[in-house]
């Protein structure tokens, strides 16, 4: 379900410290979650890996993954 692994994904990157010794395992599953949600198409999961492929959170800087994720919220917002 993705609005469940974008719930998840909110909850791990906005928590630092919460329970989860490693901020870099923290980090991890945080970015695990979201791109699960991602690849279900959900706009926030789109627009959150975005920003992140945008300026390296937790992931490899890369301008075109970031705007990869924005064409595809982009497009979802088209068809409304």
């Excluded at 395992?25 to 979650?33: D, F, I, N, S």
């Amino acid at each position: 379900d993705p609005d469940a692994q974008f719930n998840l994904g909110m909850l791990y990157s906005a928590a630092p410290g919460a329970r989860i010794d490693d901020d870099r395992r923290r980090e991890g599953l945080a970015v695990l979650h979201m791109y699960a949600a991602s690849t279900g198409g959900h706009p926030g999961a789109l627009m959150a890996m975005g920003y992140r492929h945008l300026h390296g959170y937790g992931v490899p800087q890369s301008c075109s993954s970031a705007s990869l994720n924005y064409i595809e919220v982009a497009k979802q917002i088209s068809n409304m």
